[in-house]
Protein backbone atom coordinates (compact mmCIF):
# COMPACT_ATOMS: atom_id res chain seq x y z
CA UNK A 1 0.00 0.00 0.00
CA UNK A 2 1.09 3.40 -0.70
CA UNK A 3 3.44 5.39 1.73
CA UNK A 4 1.50 8.66 3.10
CA UNK A 5 5.05 10.38 2.43
CA UNK A 6 4.93 13.32 4.70
CA UNK A 7 5.13 10.99 7.83
CA UNK A 8 8.98 10.49 6.91
CA UNK A 9 9.40 14.08 7.72
CA UNK A 10 11.60 14.83 10.40
CA UNK A 11 10.39 16.20 13.64
CA UNK A 12 9.74 19.58 13.74
CA UNK A 13 11.04 20.52 17.30
CA UNK A 14 13.60 22.90 17.05
CA UNK A 15 14.82 22.29 20.98
CA UNK A 16 15.06 18.55 20.36
CA UNK A 17 19.12 18.67 21.47
CA UNK A 18 18.40 20.64 24.19
CA UNK A 19 19.77 19.26 27.99
CA UNK A 20 16.94 16.86 29.23
CA UNK A 21 18.25 17.12 32.86
CA UNK A 22 15.72 19.73 33.75
CA UNK A 23 12.79 18.46 32.22
CA UNK A 24 13.06 15.29 34.67
CA UNK A 25 10.46 15.70 37.45
CA UNK A 26 11.04 14.21 41.02
CA UNK A 27 8.10 11.55 41.60
CA UNK A 28 6.81 13.97 44.42
CA UNK A 29 7.42 16.96 41.70
CA UNK A 30 4.99 14.36 39.27
CA UNK A 31 2.38 13.26 42.13
CA UNK A 32 2.12 17.02 42.93
CA UNK A 33 1.49 18.57 39.45
CA UNK A 34 -0.95 15.32 38.72
CA UNK A 35 -3.28 16.16 42.22
CA UNK A 36 -3.64 20.17 40.74
CA UNK A 37 -4.75 18.88 37.35
CA UNK A 38 -6.86 15.80 39.39
CA UNK A 39 -8.49 18.72 41.33
CA UNK A 40 -9.54 20.88 38.52
CA UNK A 41 -11.77 17.27 38.27
CA UNK A 42 -13.05 17.18 41.31
CA UNK A 43 -10.56 14.42 42.19
CA UNK A 44 -7.37 13.25 44.50
CA UNK A 45 -5.06 10.81 45.13
CA UNK A 46 -4.97 9.64 49.10
CA UNK A 47 -3.35 7.10 50.07
CA UNK A 48 -4.29 4.15 52.54
CA UNK A 49 -2.33 1.89 54.48
CA UNK A 50 -4.21 -1.41 52.95
CA UNK A 51 -4.46 -0.33 49.20
CA UNK A 52 -1.77 2.49 48.80
CA UNK A 53 -2.72 5.19 46.47
CA UNK A 54 -6.30 5.80 46.27
CA UNK A 55 -8.48 7.92 44.49
CA UNK A 56 -10.88 10.00 45.83
CA UNK A 57 -14.34 12.09 44.99
CA UNK A 58 -13.76 15.82 45.79
CA UNK A 59 -17.49 16.46 44.67
CA UNK A 60 -20.64 14.29 44.17
CA UNK A 61 -20.90 12.65 40.76
CA UNK A 62 -24.54 11.14 39.72
CA UNK A 63 -25.06 7.92 38.32
CA UNK A 64 -23.87 7.67 34.53
CA UNK A 65 -21.64 10.69 34.98
CA UNK A 66 -18.06 10.72 33.53
CA UNK A 67 -15.59 11.00 36.30
CA UNK A 68 -12.35 10.95 34.07
CA UNK A 69 -10.72 10.25 30.69
CA UNK A 70 -7.68 9.49 29.61
CA UNK A 71 -5.74 8.92 26.23
CA UNK A 72 -3.37 6.01 26.77
CA UNK A 73 0.29 7.08 27.73
CA UNK A 74 0.88 3.87 25.09
CA UNK A 75 -1.09 1.42 23.83
CA UNK A 76 -1.06 -1.39 20.97
CA UNK A 77 -3.12 -3.50 19.23
CA UNK A 78 -3.91 -7.27 19.46
CA UNK A 79 -2.89 -9.49 16.45
CA UNK A 80 -6.31 -9.78 15.24
CA UNK A 81 -7.14 -5.81 15.17
CA UNK A 82 -3.83 -5.15 13.50
CA UNK A 83 -4.78 -4.30 9.84
CA UNK A 84 -8.37 -4.14 10.65
CA UNK A 85 -8.21 -0.69 12.51
CA UNK A 86 -6.54 2.29 12.83
CA UNK A 87 -2.89 1.62 15.17
CA UNK A 88 -3.59 5.56 16.29
CA UNK A 89 -7.49 5.74 16.77
CA UNK A 90 -8.34 2.39 16.89
CA UNK A 91 -11.20 3.18 14.85
CA UNK A 92 -12.30 -0.06 12.35
CA UNK A 93 -11.97 0.99 8.83
CA UNK A 94 -12.18 -0.90 5.31
CA UNK A 95 -9.48 0.75 3.87
CA UNK A 96 -6.80 1.47 5.97
CA UNK A 97 -3.42 3.15 4.88
CA UNK A 98 -0.09 0.89 6.25
CA UNK A 99 3.55 2.01 6.73
CA UNK A 100 5.18 1.30 3.40
CA UNK A 101 8.65 1.08 5.71
CA UNK A 102 7.81 -1.56 8.63
CA UNK A 103 4.01 -2.97 6.71
CA UNK A 104 3.38 -3.30 10.15
CA UNK A 105 0.93 -0.87 11.51
CA UNK A 106 -1.97 0.35 9.75
CA UNK A 107 -3.30 3.77 9.65
CA UNK A 108 -7.51 5.34 8.69
CA UNK A 109 -5.80 8.69 7.17
CA UNK A 110 -2.70 10.37 7.08
CA UNK A 111 -3.64 12.79 10.06
CA UNK A 112 -3.72 10.19 12.32
CA UNK A 113 -0.15 8.63 10.87
CA UNK A 114 1.01 12.56 10.86
CA UNK A 115 -0.17 12.28 14.53
CA UNK A 116 1.70 9.13 15.45
CA UNK A 117 4.77 9.55 13.52
CA UNK A 118 7.31 10.86 16.31
CA UNK A 119 6.70 7.68 18.04
CA UNK A 120 6.72 5.32 15.28
CA UNK A 121 9.86 6.63 14.06
CA UNK A 122 12.27 4.37 15.82
CA UNK A 123 9.81 1.79 16.33
CA UNK A 124 9.91 1.32 12.89
CA UNK A 125 13.31 1.07 12.06
CA UNK A 126 13.20 -1.62 15.44
CA UNK A 127 10.60 -3.35 13.71
CA UNK A 128 12.47 -3.53 10.51
CA UNK A 129 15.45 -4.55 12.16
CA UNK A 130 13.58 -7.02 13.74
CA UNK A 131 12.27 -8.42 10.36
CA UNK A 132 16.02 -8.61 8.87
CA UNK A 133 17.65 -10.39 11.64
CA UNK A 134 15.05 -12.83 12.94
CA UNK A 135 12.25 -13.34 10.04
CA UNK A 136 9.67 -11.97 12.73
CA UNK A 137 7.81 -9.10 14.10
CA UNK A 138 7.79 -8.02 18.12
CA UNK A 139 4.55 -9.63 20.14
CA UNK A 140 2.14 -6.91 21.28
CA UNK A 141 3.39 -6.73 25.01
CA UNK A 142 7.39 -6.19 23.38
CA UNK A 143 5.75 -3.71 20.89
CA UNK A 144 4.00 -1.78 24.43
CA UNK A 145 7.50 -1.76 25.74
CA UNK A 146 9.26 -0.65 23.01
CA UNK A 147 6.48 2.36 23.02
CA UNK A 148 7.01 3.56 26.23
CA UNK A 149 10.49 3.17 25.90
CA UNK A 150 10.82 5.38 22.61
CA UNK A 151 7.86 7.77 24.32
CA UNK A 152 10.08 8.47 27.43
CA UNK A 153 12.87 9.58 25.71
CA UNK A 154 10.74 11.74 23.46
CA UNK A 155 9.44 13.39 26.30
CA UNK A 156 12.73 13.82 28.16
CA UNK A 157 13.63 15.16 24.86
CA UNK A 158 10.97 17.54 24.66
CA UNK A 159 10.15 15.84 20.98
CA UNK A 160 6.82 15.01 22.14
CA UNK A 161 4.84 17.03 24.67
CA UNK A 162 4.49 16.00 27.97
CA UNK A 163 1.07 16.97 30.69
CA UNK A 164 0.51 16.71 34.12
CA UNK A 165 -1.12 13.37 33.33
CA UNK A 166 0.83 12.26 30.31
CA UNK A 167 4.36 11.48 31.77
CA UNK A 168 6.48 8.66 32.56
CA UNK A 169 7.04 9.79 35.91
CA UNK A 170 3.39 9.01 36.91
CA UNK A 171 3.59 5.75 35.22
CA UNK A 172 6.73 4.99 37.84
CA UNK A 173 4.34 5.55 40.24
CA UNK A 174 2.20 2.53 39.39
CA UNK A 175 2.55 -0.29 41.80
CA UNK A 176 5.46 -3.49 40.59
CA UNK A 177 4.38 -5.92 43.15
CA UNK A 178 8.26 -7.22 41.95
CA UNK A 179 9.20 -8.45 45.39
CA UNK A 180 5.71 -10.70 45.12
CA UNK A 181 6.38 -11.81 41.53
CA UNK A 182 7.37 -15.66 41.33
CA UNK A 183 11.08 -16.31 40.44
CA UNK A 184 9.43 -18.20 37.07
CA UNK A 185 7.45 -15.18 36.30
CA UNK A 186 10.44 -13.25 36.64
CA UNK A 187 12.95 -15.04 35.07
CA UNK A 188 10.48 -14.83 31.84
CA UNK A 189 10.40 -10.24 32.18
CA UNK A 190 14.01 -10.63 32.50
CA UNK A 191 14.08 -12.75 28.96
CA UNK A 192 11.45 -10.47 27.41
CA UNK A 193 13.67 -7.59 28.91
CA UNK A 194 16.78 -8.83 26.86
CA UNK A 195 14.85 -9.04 23.78
CA UNK A 196 13.63 -5.66 24.17
CA UNK A 197 17.18 -4.65 24.71
CA UNK A 198 17.99 -6.60 21.51
CA UNK A 199 15.59 -4.55 19.40
CA UNK A 200 15.97 -1.49 21.03
CA UNK A 201 19.56 -1.62 20.45
CA UNK A 202 21.87 -2.49 23.89
CA UNK A 203 23.56 0.21 24.65
CA UNK A 204 20.30 1.87 25.28
CA UNK A 205 18.61 -0.87 28.07
CA UNK A 206 18.55 -1.15 31.48
CA UNK A 207 17.61 -4.42 31.79
CA UNK A 208 16.27 -4.69 35.46
CA UNK A 209 14.43 -1.78 35.10
CA UNK A 210 12.69 -2.87 31.85
CA UNK A 211 12.11 -6.15 34.03
CA UNK A 212 10.38 -4.25 36.89
CA UNK A 213 8.09 -2.10 33.81
CA UNK A 214 6.91 -5.52 32.60
CA UNK A 215 6.08 -6.55 35.98
CA UNK A 216 4.37 -3.08 36.02
CA UNK A 217 2.74 -3.88 33.05
CA UNK A 218 1.14 -7.36 34.68
CA UNK A 219 -0.68 -5.29 37.39
CA UNK A 220 -1.31 -1.87 35.85
CA UNK A 221 -1.71 -2.12 31.93
CA UNK A 222 -5.93 -2.40 30.84
CA UNK A 223 -7.31 -4.35 28.03
CA UNK A 224 -8.70 -1.53 25.61
CA UNK A 225 -12.53 -3.18 24.76
CA UNK A 226 -14.53 -2.08 22.14
CA UNK A 227 -18.30 -1.14 23.21
CA UNK A 228 -19.42 -4.80 22.90
CA UNK A 229 -16.32 -5.82 25.55
CA UNK A 230 -14.25 -7.22 22.91
CA UNK A 231 -10.64 -7.18 23.30
CA UNK A 232 -8.78 -4.59 20.38
CA UNK A 233 -5.53 -4.34 22.66
CA UNK A 234 -3.82 -3.35 25.36
CA UNK A 235 -3.08 0.25 26.96
CA UNK A 236 -1.22 1.56 29.95
CA UNK A 237 -3.71 4.58 31.75
CA UNK A 238 -1.47 5.56 34.60
CA UNK A 239 -3.97 8.22 36.21
CA UNK A 240 -6.86 5.33 35.52
CA UNK A 241 -4.62 2.86 37.14
CA UNK A 242 -5.00 4.67 40.57
CA UNK A 243 -8.54 3.79 41.21
CA UNK A 244 -8.52 0.53 43.23
CA UNK A 245 -10.53 -2.83 42.67
CA UNK A 246 -13.91 -3.70 44.60
CA UNK A 247 -16.15 -6.60 43.59
CA UNK A 248 -19.29 -3.75 44.02
CA UNK A 249 -17.44 -0.93 42.37
CA UNK A 250 -18.82 2.41 42.57
CA UNK A 251 -17.47 3.24 38.79
CA UNK A 252 -17.25 1.62 35.22
CA UNK A 253 -14.74 1.91 33.08
CA UNK A 254 -15.39 1.45 29.13
CA UNK A 255 -13.34 3.06 26.04
CA UNK A 256 -13.94 5.32 22.98
CA UNK A 257 -11.46 4.39 20.32
CA UNK A 258 -8.56 3.90 22.83
CA UNK A 259 -9.20 6.65 25.20
CA UNK A 260 -10.76 5.41 29.18
CA UNK A 261 -13.84 6.56 29.80
CA UNK A 262 -14.27 5.85 33.71
CA UNK A 263 -18.45 6.72 34.79
CA UNK A 264 -20.38 6.64 37.85
CA UNK A 265 -22.40 3.60 38.53
CA UNK A 266 -24.09 5.24 41.52
CA UNK A 267 -24.45 8.84 43.06
CA UNK A 268 -20.88 8.91 44.40
CA UNK A 269 -20.48 12.05 47.33
CA UNK A 270 -17.67 13.92 47.68
CA UNK A 271 -15.19 12.18 50.30
CA UNK A 272 -15.66 8.79 48.30
CA UNK A 273 -13.14 6.50 47.21
CA UNK A 274 -13.77 5.38 43.26
CA UNK A 275 -13.51 1.79 42.71
CA UNK A 276 -12.94 -0.36 39.46
CA UNK A 277 -13.75 -4.03 38.98
CA UNK A 278 -10.17 -5.75 37.92
CA UNK A 279 -11.95 -9.18 36.99
CA UNK A 280 -14.95 -10.76 35.79
CA UNK A 281 -17.64 -10.50 38.76
CA UNK A 282 -19.68 -13.75 38.17
CA UNK A 283 -17.82 -15.94 40.20
CA UNK A 284 -17.66 -17.45 44.02
CA UNK A 285 -15.93 -15.10 46.52
CA UNK A 286 -13.17 -17.71 46.67
CA UNK A 287 -12.44 -17.52 42.77
CA UNK A 288 -12.47 -14.04 42.79
CA UNK A 289 -9.93 -13.63 45.71
CA UNK A 290 -7.77 -16.00 44.52
CA UNK A 291 -7.71 -14.16 40.45
CA UNK A 292 -7.09 -11.12 42.82
CA UNK A 293 -4.02 -12.20 44.58
CA UNK A 294 -2.79 -14.49 41.53
CA UNK A 295 -2.26 -11.27 39.14
CA UNK A 296 -2.72 -8.26 41.96
CA UNK A 297 -1.70 -9.25 44.60
CA UNK A 298 -3.88 -8.67 47.32
CA UNK A 299 -7.08 -9.88 49.43
CA UNK A 300 -9.92 -8.14 48.26
CA UNK A 301 -11.89 -6.82 51.39
CA UNK A 302 -14.25 -5.10 49.52
CA UNK A 303 -18.28 -5.36 51.29
CA UNK A 304 -19.19 -8.65 48.66
CA UNK A 305 -16.12 -10.36 49.93
CA UNK A 306 -16.32 -9.43 53.52
CA UNK A 307 -19.62 -11.45 53.88
CA UNK A 308 -17.01 -14.23 53.00
CA UNK A 309 -18.89 -17.18 55.88
CA UNK A 310 -21.82 -15.62 56.50
CA UNK A 311 -24.91 -17.37 55.05
CA UNK A 312 -25.72 -14.89 52.77
CA UNK A 313 -22.38 -15.60 50.69
CA UNK A 314 -22.16 -19.12 51.36
CA UNK A 315 -25.94 -19.25 49.47
CA UNK A 316 -24.72 -16.99 47.02
CA UNK A 317 -21.21 -18.88 46.22
CA UNK A 318 -22.92 -22.38 46.16
CA UNK A 319 -25.32 -21.21 43.54
CA UNK A 320 -22.53 -19.97 41.03
CA UNK A 321 -20.43 -22.08 41.55
CA UNK A 322 -21.59 -25.15 43.89
CA UNK A 323 -22.27 -28.72 42.74
CA UNK A 324 -25.98 -29.89 43.55
CA UNK A 325 -26.59 -31.89 45.97
CA UNK A 326 -25.90 -35.47 45.57
CA UNK A 327 -28.86 -36.14 47.48
CA UNK A 328 -31.74 -36.75 44.78
CA UNK A 329 -33.77 -35.19 47.30
CA UNK A 330 -32.22 -32.45 48.47
CA UNK A 331 -32.26 -29.01 46.09
CA UNK A 332 -29.21 -27.89 48.14
CA UNK A 333 -25.38 -27.24 46.85
CA UNK A 334 -22.26 -28.31 47.82
CA UNK A 335 -19.39 -26.21 48.48
CA UNK A 336 -16.23 -26.94 50.91
CA UNK A 337 -16.84 -27.37 54.14
CA UNK A 338 -14.74 -25.20 56.81
CA UNK A 339 -15.02 -26.99 59.53
CA UNK A 340 -13.19 -30.01 61.21
CA UNK A 341 -14.43 -32.85 58.68
CA UNK A 342 -12.68 -32.36 55.28
CA UNK A 343 -15.50 -32.31 52.39
CA UNK A 344 -17.95 -31.20 50.75
CA UNK A 345 -21.04 -29.71 53.14
CA UNK A 346 -24.84 -29.11 51.54
CA UNK A 347 -26.02 -25.53 52.07
CA UNK A 348 -29.18 -27.17 52.45
CA UNK A 349 -29.68 -30.31 54.22
CA UNK A 350 -26.54 -30.10 55.75
CA UNK A 351 -25.16 -33.85 54.23
CA UNK A 352 -21.12 -33.73 54.29
CA UNK A 353 -20.04 -35.58 51.54
CA UNK A 354 -16.71 -37.12 52.62
CA UNK A 355 -13.45 -36.00 50.75
CA UNK A 356 -13.02 -39.33 48.86
CA UNK A 357 -16.21 -38.91 46.95
CA UNK A 358 -15.97 -35.21 47.06
CA UNK A 359 -12.82 -35.80 45.04
CA UNK A 360 -14.83 -38.12 42.56
CA UNK A 361 -17.60 -35.87 42.13
CA UNK A 362 -14.96 -32.66 41.55
CA UNK A 363 -12.93 -34.79 39.08
CA UNK A 364 -15.85 -35.45 37.39
CA UNK A 365 -17.21 -31.75 37.09
CA UNK A 366 -13.26 -30.85 36.52
CA UNK A 367 -13.87 -33.11 33.18
CA UNK A 368 -16.78 -31.44 32.07
CA UNK A 369 -15.67 -27.67 32.64
CA UNK A 370 -12.35 -29.03 30.63
CA UNK A 371 -14.39 -30.22 27.52
CA UNK A 372 -16.56 -26.84 27.87
CA UNK A 373 -13.39 -24.78 27.61
CA UNK A 374 -11.87 -27.08 25.03
CA UNK A 375 -14.77 -26.56 22.99
CA UNK A 376 -15.03 -22.80 23.58
CA UNK A 377 -11.68 -22.08 22.88
CA UNK A 378 -11.80 -23.70 19.47
CA UNK A 379 -13.93 -21.20 17.88
CA UNK A 380 -15.28 -24.15 15.99
CA UNK A 381 -18.85 -23.05 15.94
CA UNK A 382 -20.39 -25.66 13.42
CA UNK A 383 -22.68 -28.16 13.66
CA UNK A 384 -20.74 -30.89 15.57
CA UNK A 385 -19.16 -28.06 18.09
CA UNK A 386 -22.81 -27.59 18.85
CA UNK A 387 -23.92 -30.87 19.54
CA UNK A 388 -21.31 -31.28 21.63
CA UNK A 389 -22.03 -27.88 23.81
CA UNK A 390 -25.95 -29.63 23.78
CA UNK A 391 -24.68 -32.68 25.62
CA UNK A 392 -22.31 -30.66 28.13
CA UNK A 393 -25.03 -28.66 28.68
CA UNK A 394 -27.10 -31.51 29.79
CA UNK A 395 -24.46 -33.21 31.61
CA UNK A 396 -23.88 -29.59 33.47
CA UNK A 397 -28.04 -29.34 34.44
CA UNK A 398 -26.95 -32.41 36.46
CA UNK A 399 -24.37 -31.05 37.82
CA UNK A 400 -24.73 -27.48 39.11
CA UNK A 401 -27.72 -24.89 39.65
CA UNK A 402 -29.42 -23.50 36.43
CA UNK A 403 -28.06 -19.90 37.78
CA UNK A 404 -24.76 -21.42 37.84
CA UNK A 405 -21.60 -19.29 35.50
CA UNK A 406 -20.87 -22.59 34.10
CA UNK A 407 -24.35 -23.29 33.05
CA UNK A 408 -24.41 -19.44 32.08
CA UNK A 409 -20.82 -19.39 29.37
CA UNK A 410 -22.52 -22.87 27.86
CA UNK A 411 -25.93 -20.95 27.36
CA UNK A 412 -23.79 -17.88 26.07
CA UNK A 413 -21.47 -20.90 23.99
CA UNK A 414 -24.30 -21.82 22.55
CA UNK A 415 -26.19 -18.70 21.54
CA UNK A 416 -22.69 -17.82 19.63
CA UNK A 417 -23.01 -21.24 17.53
CA UNK A 418 -26.74 -20.79 16.80
CA UNK A 419 -26.09 -16.99 15.87
CA UNK A 420 -23.23 -18.11 13.65
CA UNK A 421 -25.51 -21.06 12.32
CA UNK A 422 -28.27 -18.20 11.83
CA UNK A 423 -30.75 -20.10 13.58
CA UNK A 424 -32.44 -17.63 15.10
CA UNK A 425 -34.97 -19.02 17.22
CA UNK A 426 -32.44 -21.28 18.96
CA UNK A 427 -30.16 -18.49 19.65
CA UNK A 428 -33.19 -16.63 21.31
CA UNK A 429 -34.09 -19.47 23.33
CA UNK A 430 -30.17 -19.41 24.66
CA UNK A 431 -30.22 -15.98 24.99
CA UNK A 432 -33.13 -16.14 26.77
CA UNK A 433 -31.74 -18.79 29.45
CA UNK A 434 -28.91 -16.45 30.06
CA UNK A 435 -30.90 -13.62 31.39
CA UNK A 436 -31.97 -14.81 34.69
CA UNK A 437 -28.51 -16.00 35.55
CA UNK A 438 -26.57 -12.35 34.17
CA UNK A 439 -29.27 -10.81 36.39
CA UNK A 440 -28.45 -12.51 39.40
CA UNK A 441 -24.47 -12.60 38.80
CA UNK A 442 -24.45 -9.13 37.68
CA UNK A 443 -25.06 -5.42 39.29
CA UNK A 444 -27.84 -3.87 37.98
CA UNK A 445 -26.23 -1.11 36.05
CA UNK A 446 -23.12 -3.53 34.48
CA UNK A 447 -22.31 -3.24 31.08
CA UNK A 448 -22.80 -7.11 30.34
CA UNK A 449 -25.83 -7.24 31.74
CA UNK A 450 -26.95 -4.49 29.26
CA UNK A 451 -25.60 -5.83 26.25
CA UNK A 452 -27.41 -9.25 26.71
CA UNK A 453 -30.31 -7.45 27.01
CA UNK A 454 -29.84 -5.47 23.73
CA UNK A 455 -28.50 -8.90 21.92
CA UNK A 456 -32.14 -10.27 23.31
CA UNK A 457 -33.78 -7.31 22.29
CA UNK A 458 -32.80 -7.17 18.61
CA UNK A 459 -33.18 -11.40 18.29
CA UNK A 460 -36.89 -10.95 19.49
CA UNK A 461 -37.51 -8.00 17.36
CA UNK A 462 -35.79 -10.12 14.61
CA UNK A 463 -38.30 -12.83 14.92
CA UNK A 464 -41.33 -10.26 15.12
CA UNK A 465 -41.58 -10.57 18.93
CA UNK A 466 -42.70 -6.89 19.43
CA UNK A 467 -43.34 -6.13 22.78
CA UNK A 468 -40.80 -9.00 24.08
CA UNK A 469 -38.48 -6.81 22.17
CA UNK A 470 -39.48 -3.69 23.30
CA UNK A 471 -39.01 -4.99 26.72
CA UNK A 472 -35.22 -5.90 26.65
CA UNK A 473 -34.20 -2.86 24.61
CA UNK A 474 -35.70 -0.81 26.81
CA UNK A 475 -33.78 -2.52 29.75
CA UNK A 476 -30.57 -2.18 27.86
CA UNK A 477 -31.21 1.36 27.18
CA UNK A 478 -31.51 2.13 30.58
CA UNK A 479 -28.40 0.12 31.48
CA UNK A 480 -26.17 1.31 28.62
CA UNK A 481 -27.12 5.31 29.24
CA UNK A 482 -25.43 4.37 32.60
CA UNK A 483 -22.47 2.91 31.31
CA UNK A 484 -21.94 3.58 27.60
CA UNK A 485 -23.36 7.20 27.76
CA UNK A 486 -25.77 7.81 25.42
CA UNK A 487 -24.25 9.87 22.94
CA UNK A 488 -21.93 7.19 20.77
CA UNK A 489 -23.05 5.55 17.58
CA UNK A 490 -23.45 2.56 19.27
CA UNK A 491 -26.08 3.86 21.60
CA UNK A 492 -27.59 5.64 19.03
CA UNK A 493 -28.12 2.31 16.99
CA UNK A 494 -29.37 0.82 20.16
CA UNK A 495 -32.41 3.97 20.08
CA UNK A 496 -32.89 3.39 16.33
CA UNK A 497 -33.94 -0.24 16.71
CA UNK A 498 -36.37 0.62 20.15
CA UNK A 499 -37.92 3.39 17.82
CA UNK A 500 -38.36 1.11 15.36
CA UNK A 501 -40.29 -1.47 17.65
CA UNK A 502 -42.26 1.25 19.31
CA UNK A 503 -43.49 2.04 15.97
CA UNK A 504 -44.52 -0.83 14.58
CA UNK A 505 -46.37 -1.58 17.70
CA UNK A 506 -48.45 1.82 17.80
CA UNK A 507 -48.81 0.71 13.86
CA UNK A 508 -50.01 -2.34 14.67
CA UNK A 509 -52.50 -1.59 17.49
CA UNK A 510 -53.68 1.33 15.25
CA UNK A 511 -55.10 -1.49 12.72
CA UNK A 512 -56.29 -4.13 15.05
C1 LIG B 1 -3.80 -0.67 39.43
S1 LIG B 1 -3.04 -0.52 40.98
C2 LIG B 1 -4.12 0.54 41.85
C3 LIG B 1 -3.43 1.76 42.41
C4 LIG B 1 -2.49 1.50 43.53
N1 LIG B 1 -3.20 1.41 44.79
C5 LIG B 1 -1.39 2.55 43.63
O1 LIG B 1 -0.91 2.75 44.74
O2 LIG B 1 -1.00 3.11 42.63
C6 LIG B 1 -3.36 -2.11 41.59
C7 LIG B 1 -2.75 -2.39 42.94
O3 LIG B 1 -3.39 -1.62 43.94
C8 LIG B 1 -3.61 -2.39 45.10
N2 LIG B 1 -5.07 -2.59 45.27
C9 LIG B 1 -6.04 -2.36 44.37
N3 LIG B 1 -7.25 -2.61 44.88
C10 LIG B 1 -7.06 -3.02 46.15
C11 LIG B 1 -7.94 -3.44 47.19
N4 LIG B 1 -9.26 -3.48 47.03
N5 LIG B 1 -7.39 -3.81 48.36
C12 LIG B 1 -6.03 -3.78 48.55
N6 LIG B 1 -5.16 -3.40 47.59
C13 LIG B 1 -5.67 -3.01 46.40
C14 LIG B 1 -2.91 -3.71 44.87
O4 LIG B 1 -1.61 -3.58 45.35
C15 LIG B 1 -2.92 -3.81 43.36
O5 LIG B 1 -1.90 -4.62 42.84
Redesign the pocket.
Known amino acids: MARIESIHSPPQCSDAASSSASFIQSPAAAQGELQESLASLGLAVS?SE?????LIALRDFCRGQVILEQDPYVSVLDKESRGARCDSCFVQAKSLKRCSACKHVWYCSSTCQKKEWKLHQDECKAINEVKRRKDQTPTSSMQLMLRLMFKRKLQLDKVVIRSAMDNHEIVE???T?MADTSEERLVLYAQMANLVAWIAGAATVDIKEVTQLFCRFA??AHTICDEELRPLGMGLFPVV??????CEPNTVLLFEGKRAVVRALEQINVGSEL?LS?IELGTSTESRRKA?REQ???????PRCNHLGTGVVSLEDSILEGLLCKNKACKGHLISNKGSQKGLLCQLCGALVNENEASKILAEAKEVLRQASELASSGNHHSAARIKTEELKHLQEKLWHPSSVHLMWTHDNLLKICMSEQDWQSALDYCRLTIPAYERIYPQFHPLLGLQFFALGKLEWYLGNTVEAIKALTTARDILAVTHGSHGNFFQGLLSTLHDAQASLAQKRMFH
Open positions: IEKGRCLLPHCNSIINHSTYLYYFTCNC
